[in-house]
């Protein structure tokens, strides 16, 4: 009965061309290496240079990491080769672009994420930055935008805000659709409570042309046939319930009224508009005929 050839014999008649399995696998993702092995590359070579720079000269060693950082990774070729902006809608563009303060060739590692972000998060419609770096050379941003909630008047000047108040724009205000007008001081920051509650009155809301701030501290209702509707302080909410059920029952906000003064809890005032003016008759004027 014939022997098994020695393990030592079979490994011997394998081709010695043969590439081995590993050297395959490497191959086959080489592509997919490439711009990882670049990034730890120029990383290693920056934490080189820190290192150097920072023992033979510890005054000035981060002022001159951050001079050479881009040198190196241009020289590693990672340079800037898209910038992509996710979530813009209002937001000007030429002040995105701006705040990023990054174009095409630039050195990437020079770019900031961090100051970045913070630049763009000063512009007004920006409530939030997102800002990462992918490397090779991609600059990836992502931005959360306020929403246009009112235009807000005040001192003759209208601006769009949103619900906190923060001006947005003051430009174009009819480019945003049609918004609630809110007129005043302080209406900018307390207009979103009551517009909240008139949302659960639709027979009010569609009646009403503008929120109005009294003296920072109540409203007035602005209707569109010129009638004011005077909110209590304070009780914005059940003085608009009793005023929806007026409306309901009596069509009270349709009526030729001046004022709907609902300041007092016992009592409701209507103030009647005045009575148009009458023309004046001319006088006639008396002639005498004379016969001669």
């Known amino acids: 009965m014939a022997r098994n050839a020695p393990v030592s014999a ?8 043969r590439p081995s399995r590993l050297r395959l696998w490497v ?3 080489r592509g997919l290496m490439r711009p990882a092995a670049l ?3 120029a990383t290693a070579l920056v934490l080189g240079v820190g290192y150097a720079v920072y023992a033979s000269d510890p005054a000035g060693r981060m002022r001159a990491i951050v001079e050479n950082v881009g040198e190196i990774g241009l020289s590693a070729g990672l340079e800037v080769a898209e910038v992509v ?3 813009r809608r209002n937001t000007p563009q030429d002040l995105i672009s701006a705040a990023i303060g990054a174009q095409r060739g630039d050195p ?3 770019f900031s994420p961090e100051e970045a972000k913070a630049r763009l998060e000063t512009i007004a419609w920006v409530e939030a930055a997102h800002v990462e770096r992918r490397l090779p050379g991609t600059i990836l941003v992502r931005l959360t935008e306020r929403t246009p909630f009112a235009i807000w008047q005040h001192n003759s000047r209208f601006a769009v805000i949103d619900r906190e108040g923060r001006v947005v724009a003051t430009e174009t205000l009819d480019a ?3 918004l609630p ?3 005043g001081a302080g209406a900018d920051k307390h207009a979103a409570a009551l517009y909240d509650l008139l949302l659960a009155h639709r027979n009010i809301l569609e009646r009403t042309q503008a929120l109005v701030r009294v003296g920072e501290r109540r409203w007035n209702l602005r209707l569109h046939n010129g009638t004011d509707v005077l909110l209590p302080e304070g009780q914005e909410a059940p003085a608009l319930n009793r005023l929806s059920e007026l409306q309901t029952r ?3 906000l349709d009526r030729p009224l001046a004022a709907v003064d609902m300041r007092l809890p016992d009592r409701l005032v209507l103030r009647q508009q005045p009575a148009p003016e009458q023309p004046a008759q001319p006088q006639r004027r008396n002639t005498a005929s004379t016969r001669g």
């Open 10 to 17: 079979r490994r011997s008649r394998r081709d010695p061309d």
């Open 39 to 41: 990034g730890l590359m």
């Open 181 to 183: 007008l809110v007129v």
């Open 85 to 87: 902006v996710q979530g």
């Open 108 to 110: 990437m590692l020079a």
């Open 176 to 178: 945003f659709g049609p």
């Open 250 to 252: 009596n069509a009270l």
């Open 27 to 29: 191959k086959r993702r």
